[in-house]
């Protein structure tokens, strides 16, 4: 069972930072420096490829919370919050919403099933 729930995370999180990371403006300075891992904090200067983008005693932390609830559930304000925060272009951002809830609804259903 948690390796289908951590599967499901993975699945859910994979495609909104593609597309949060595929829509971001030209501008943007934001990078996203685990995409398809998790790390702490304190793991990721062991990675020489992060030490070049930013010192650890240079780093600003802003952190984003994006929660799903059950049956595909967001909260619209902070998704849309924390699109903004993240650079996302204005008219990409319904697309991106409308994706990730198919996705979370497609995950739950792969949780749900695992039951059986």
């Not at 593609?18 to 062991?46: H, N």
């Not at 979370?104 to 949780?111: G, K, P």
Request: aromatic share 10%; hydrophobic share 40%.
């Amino acid at each position: 069972m948690a390796t289908t729930v951590t599967a499901a995370h993975h699945f859910i999180w994979r495609h909104l930072y593609a597309s949060m990371q595929a829509a971001q403006t030209s501008a943007s300075k934001l990078r996203f420096v685990t995409p398809d891992k998790e790390s702490s904090m304190s793991t990721l200067w062991q990675d020489e490829e992060f030490e070049q983008i930013c010192s650890r005693e240079l780093l600003t932390l802003n952190r984003l919370f994006f929660v799903a609830g059950r049956r595909g559930a967001v909260v619209e304000d902070d998704f849309y919050n924390n699109l903004e925060r993240s650079n996302v272009q204005a008219g990409k951002k319904d697309t991106i919403l409308a994706a990730h809830v198919q996705r979370i609804c497609e995950a739950h259903d792969t949780v749900i099933r695992s039951y059986y």
